[in-house]
């Protein structure tokens, strides 16, 4: 079923439209993307150990939905972009994966979801860095979590060390600094940066937040993997730097993405 976009940025859609059939080879399928999903994946099996239904929100091309589908739960598949859901798709058939079902459909517009009920929602990697109200979404998402039901998310933050000193070294300031002003133009969209604080104001509300861990501290961001990916000792070092500091106390501010795990109050 194919909802209407309900969404400000008329635009949106269309910049991952274009993007989706090289997603995978560009990040899914590298080294550095595989080493970020394996962090998130660690972290859902722990949060959703038993079999459940979990909405997952911009889905992308499914990694992860097929990831949960392999541990037996049933996901919805919801991303504004229909060739991301395509691809979503594609790979459900080749697997066989009857417990995903996929949706068209904005995070904007989750309240054409009202009376349905999930033990967990997902957002990985930066989807909900292309809201503007997080009020609203955190809100809605409220209503669609059972309680004390798990809400994992992956966001970009605004403060990104490697970021700002390879972008410094190459000369292009603006680039090193983008996300501090807490939104950006990419393509044909706004991106917002919000610190942790923000973002635990506006879910503060219905949910509390369980467990935060950097993704990207040590490791470079997801556009430096070719050149980790030329040299494994500094993929290997890099690696073990980043587990051993992923929970440290104010250091994981600084990193290319945060991943939070809310609970929803009782
Ligand atoms: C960087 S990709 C992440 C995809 C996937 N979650 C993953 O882990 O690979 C961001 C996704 O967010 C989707 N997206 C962007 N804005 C959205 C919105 N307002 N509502 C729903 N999906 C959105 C895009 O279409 C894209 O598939």
């Not at 080294?31 to 889905?59: F, I, K």
């Not at 033990?119 to 860095?129: D, V």
């Not at 610190?195 to 430096?224: D, T």
Request: proline share 5%.
């Amino acid at each position: 079923m194919k909802d209407t976009l309900i969404n400000t940025d008329i635009g949106a859609g269309n910049a991952f439209n274009v993007l989706a059939k090289s997603y995978d080879d560009g990040f899914s399928h590298t080294a550095l993307g595989r080493y970020y999903r394996q962090r998130v994946q660690q972290v859902m099996s722990r949060y959703w150990p038993a079999p459940g239904q979990l909405l997952e929100l911009n889905a992308g091309t499914g990694e992860d939905a097929l990831f949960l589908a392999g541990l037996g739960h049933q996901v919805l598949a919801t991303d504004k972009s229909a060739a991301m859901l395509d691809i979503i798709r594609h790979k459900t058939g080749a697997n066989n994966r009857q417990q995903i079902t996929t949706r068209e459909m904005a995070i904007e517009a989750l309240p054409e979801l009202s009376g349905r009920q999930f033990c967990g929602i997902l957002s990985n990697f930066g989807g909900l860095n292309c809201v503007k109200n997080w009020h609203a979404m955190a809100e809605d998402t409220s209503k669609l979590l059972l309680p004390n039901g798990y809400y994992i998310m992956v966001v970009m933050g605004p403060w990104v060390l490697w970021e700002m000193i390879y972008f410094s070294l190459k000369g292009q300031f603006n680039k090193a600094f983008r996300r501090l002003g807490g939104s950006c133009r990419w393509r044909d969209m706004t991106i917002y940066y919000p610190s942790v604080r923000q973002i635990k104001k506006a879910m503060s509300p219905w949910f509390n937040l369980v467990e935060s861990q950097a993704l990207g501290l040590f490791m470079p961001p997801p556009y430096l993997n070719n050149r980790l990916e030329s040299s494994p000792k500094l993929y290997r070092g890099l690696a073990y730097l980043e587990d051993k500091s992923k929970q440290c106390p104010g250091l994981w501010q600084l990193a290319d993405h945060y991943l939070l795990v809310f609970q929803k109050y009782e």
